[in-house]
């Protein structure tokens, strides 16, 4: 089994940066694919960015593409979105989540999810 823990959320102006980090224990999570996703008040949770490691292949959502980047630090089982150009709909709280099969779309087809971390960007 993998363990989540994200952490980095804040509130941050219009036009600004924000780090999530998710932190995995248990299991390498080079060995899985990753996602994150986000969730608004009164919205469903959707898909933001997912990829494999083994395969190089990222998926990113249309509204934050060229602004969020995903990346992992191997040594510290660790992967992180690089959240630049905030914009208020960006506001959410924002999950990672694992699964040892592809990097889905759909948030029934991850295993392992994190308790989430509250984005709040000011306009």
């Known amino acids: 089994q993998v363990q989540l823990v994200e952490s980095g959320g804040g509130l941050v102006q219009t036009g600004g940066s924000l780090r999530l980090s998710c932190a995995a224990s248990?299991?390498?999570?080079?060995?899985?694919?990753v996602g994150w996703f986000r969730q608004a008040p009164g919205k469903e949770r959707e898909f933001v960015v997912g990829?494999?490691?083994?395969?190089?292949?990222?998926y990113y959502t249309d509204s934050v593409k060229g602004r969020f980047t995903i990346s992992t630090d191997n040594a510290r089982n660790t992967i992180y979105l690089q959240m630049d150009s905030l914009k208020p709909e960006d506001t959410a709280v924002y999950y990672c989540?694992?699964?040892?099969?592809?990097?889905?779309?759909?948030?029934?087809?991850?295993?392992?999810w994190g308790q989430g971390t509250q984005v709040t960007v000011s306009s």
């Open positions: 989540a694992a699964n040892s099969g592809g990097p889905y779309y759909a948030p029934s087809r991850y295993d392992y």
């Open positions: 248990g299991r390498a999570i080079r060995n899985y694919a």
């Open positions: 990829t494999r490691w083994s395969t190089t292949s990222t």
